[in-house]
């Protein structure tokens, strides 16, 4: 998954990941900031599942 986001196009648009974790639910604030667009949510999804991910609104 870092690589992939390392190879995304910067942007305005951060990248949050949540993972369960048998107790609850970590959200893991990663410090990229990317070009949204649905390729690159799709690949994420494939990675992480779609619930997994978000990304965030461009600034």
Known sequence: M????RASPQGNNPVRVYVP????????GLHYAVQAS????DELAE?????????????
């Open 47 to 59: 990675i992480m599942g779609h619930e997994a991910i978000e990304l965030g609104q461009a600034a």
């Open 2 to 5: 870092n690589e992939l986001l």
């Open 38 to 41: 649905r390729n690159l949510i």
């Open 21 to 28: 974790n048998g107790c609850g639910t970590v959200v893991l």
